[in-house]
């Protein structure tokens, strides 16, 4: 293809999404295909996302198997100390690895890729770092987003999530904001592998939108394995403990090492001129008025799409209040020949919703078969310990809409039970009363995510409770309570 133009599609942006749309017009439809990535190949996902957290969730859950493993009878089983240099290493070699298998997907399609940022500078042309220009038919975006601070002084103290993979080393304690998906996810991790975690988020409970019951009982589990959650608290204030008039205040970790003052005070003075959020301990003031000192902040207080400086709005395409692109159903802006997928366009930002973002765009423009993207009952997981697993309707929004039954039961699973654990997992199914369709489920239980991508092709096939209920247990098993739940907890 391509002949007034140079390439039949550029895309801008070499993620998840970005990558599938260029091989796949390219190696499937033939098209001429051009793509930009100013940084490494893979986006959030692979690089600072998804794969290398939950590697590290991996990593994070070795910690409790000596503990389980002598209710189990194994004697002289120990934790030993996690070794964070080796395991970056391991992990650096693992996202390289991936990276490459990233840009060979390209090369193998005939993608021509540019290894600088790009820019639109009108309708059917972008401009690249260097200053050269290519012109295109088509032209995606595809550039995703990034995790931004909250507005206050000295917040380039506090790392975001895509700094805690190349940490030098992990602090002996961290205070996380926020209490989203990143927010619970990096509790649980940093928890799972020593560090001192407090966290702190400002509304009234973690994981807003989700299931109340069900991220109440991973707030509860989250408290109960370590982690010092703190809901209805933010961050007012931050600067360097050292900078602080007062003197050296007591850090979290100190405390609990019965340090003097004098020592934390050496030891800070050690980490003096450390890397960004390596600095030394931060002294931190909460909305609440409690102050304290730690070693690092984590903030994990949203992400916005990455639309700045991209020439988008001078070529007519518009952006949303967070700077998001508006696109209709089928990813097209309202400059015709320009489209965008992904978290750039803050529609779900999933990697693989990006991904079926991007198969759409390429049906639809190549394929001659205009393709909307299907946004509704998209199952997901948040890696929080335990997981959980969520597709469809909360109660909460479902009893907004219609009536409805619960079907609910927490219990102690076999294996963490015999091990003397306290901890619950919980099985839900929120069931249309007149049309009988399971309208929503979720789980809190180890490995939710994997259980809830099996429940997500029943809910999506719109299947009742009682074609659940014909499903044969698998025994003995947690999730067989999906299909044994026989009286509901309530109606609503
Ligand atoms: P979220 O939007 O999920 O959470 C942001 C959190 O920060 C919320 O708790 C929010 O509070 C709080 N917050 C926002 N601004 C401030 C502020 N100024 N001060 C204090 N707190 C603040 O974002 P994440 O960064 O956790 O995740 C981004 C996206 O990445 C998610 O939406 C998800 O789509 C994706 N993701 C998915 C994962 C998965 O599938 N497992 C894992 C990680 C990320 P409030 O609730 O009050 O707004």
């Known amino acids: 293809m391509a002949d007034k133009f140079d390439f039949d599609l550029f895309v801008i942006g070499g993620g998840s999404g970005g990558v599938r749309a260029a091989r796949v017009a390219a190696g499937e439809y033939g098209a001429k295909v051009g793509l930009a990535e100013g940084d490494r190949y893979g986006g959030t996902c692979v690089i600072r996302g998804c794969v290398p957290k939950k590697l590290m969730v991996f990593a994070s859950e070795y910690s409790s198997v000596p503990e389980e493993a002598a209710a189990y009878g194994w004697d002289d089983m ?14 650096n070699g693992e996202l390289d690895r991936l990276e490459g298998i990233y840009r060979n997907l390209l090369s193998g ?5 540019f290894d600088q940022r790009a820019k639109v500078k009108d309708a059917h042309t972008v401009e690249l770092a260097d200053g050269t220009t290519k012109s295109a038919k088509h032209i995606l975006v595809a550039t995703g987003g990034y995790p ?11 790392i975001v999530s895509d700094d805690i993979f190349q940490l030098e080393k992990l602090p002996k304690s961290i205070l996380i904001i926020g209490g989203g998906y990143i927010a619970c996810e990096f509790a649980c991790i940093l928890n799972g592998l020593g560090v001192e975690v407090t966290q702190y988020y ?8 989700f299931d109340d019951e069900a991220r109440g009982l991973v707030a509860e589990s989250m408290k109960e394995s370590g982690v010092d959650l703190h809901v209805g608290s933010d961050i007012v204030e931050m600067c360097l403990a050292k900078d602080k008039h007062d003197g050296p205040q007591p850090t979290a970790s100190d405390a609990s090492m019965g340090m003097s003052d004098k020592e934390a005070e050496a030891m800070r003075s050690e980490t003096d001129g450390a890397v960004a959020g ?17 070693d690092m902040v984590l903030f994990a207080t949203g992400r916005m799409p990455s639309t700045n400086d991209m020439g988008l709005e001078d070529v007519g395409v518009k952006l949303g209040r967070k700077g998001e692109i508006e696109v209709d159903e089928y990813s097209q802006t309202g400059v015709p020949s320009i489209y965008a997928i992904g978290d750039v366009t803050d529609r779900v930002n999933l990697t693989p919703v990006a991904i079926r973002e991007g198969m759409a765009f390429v049906q639809t423009v190549f394929g001659s078969d205009p393709t909307p993207v299907d946004h509704d009952l998209i199952p997901s997981a948040i890696f929080t310990q335990p997981e959980m697993g969520t597709v469809g309707l909360s109660e909460e929004q479902a009893q907004d809409q219609e009536e409805i039954e619960v079907y609910c039961t927490s219990f102690k699973p076999m294996q963490t039970s ?11 199914l929120i069931v249309s009363k007149e049309s009988r369709v399971v309208l929503g489920c979720h789980i809190v239980a180890p490995n939710a995510g994997e259980l809830i991508q099996m429940v997500g092709i029943a809910v999506k096939a719109k299947l009742t409770k009682e074609q659940f209920d014909a499903t044969c247990a698998v025994h003995p098993t947690m999730s067989e309570e999906l299909v044994t739940m026989r009286k509901p907890a309530r109606t609503a």
């Open 278 to 294: 390596q600095q030394g301990p931060i002294w931190v003031k909460a909305s609440t008025g409690t102050e304290k000192v730690f």
């Open 418 to 428: 015999f091990a003397g654990k306290s901890n619950r997992v919980m099985m839900k």
């Open 202 to 209: 400002r509304g009234a409970q973690i994981l807003r939108g």
């Open 109 to 113: 399609a005939d993608v021509e890729t």
């Open 148 to 158: 931004v601070r909250p507005d206050i002084p000295n917040a380039d103290l506090g």
């Open 78 to 91: 120990h934790a030993g100390t996690f070794n964070w240099h080796g395991f970056r290493e391991r992990l």
